[in-house]
């Protein structure tokens, strides 16, 4: 089964920049659709950002100009390039892995960012 690590997370100020990466150890990763989801305590997790088999992208209107995902096949890798980070995009940051965009059947144990004002 595959298994999936996140890594870049942190503390950062608002306006700032960090960039998540996520490792797929595993195989056929270029077969799965890849996404982003974070989580706050107390609150439904929700679909930042994802990319299909094909390179369709797809992200949360909250995030849209300033968050990328970049999947690269070469590396059994995905990134997630946040820019101008907000204090409302503080959560915990998990990569999941599917047969579709947004259905993730794998997950990492996420990655905690922290944005303050």
């Known amino acids: 089964l595959p298994r999936l690590e996140e890594s870049g997370g942190g503390s950062v100020q608002a306006g700032g920049s960090l960039r998540l990466s996520c490792t797929f150890f595993?195989?056929?990763?270029?077969?799965?659709?890849m996404s982003w989801f974070r989580e706050v305590p107390g609150k439904e997790p929700e679909g930042v950002a994802a990319?299909?088999?094909?390179?369709?992208?797809s992200y949360l209107d909250s995030v849209k100009g300033r968050f990328t995902i970049i999947r690269d096949n070469e590396k059994n890798a995905l990134y997630l390039e946040m820019n101008n980070v907000k204090p409302e995009d503080t959560a915990r940051y998990s990569c999941?892995?599917?047969?579709?965009?947004?259905?993730?059947?794998?997950w990492g144990r996420g990655t905690q960012v922290t944005v303050s004002s």
């Open positions: 595993g195989s056929a990763y270029a077969t799965y659709a």
């Open positions: 999941g892995a599917g047969m579709g965009t947004w259905r993730s059947d794998y």
């Open positions: 990319i299909d088999t094909e390179g369709t992208l």
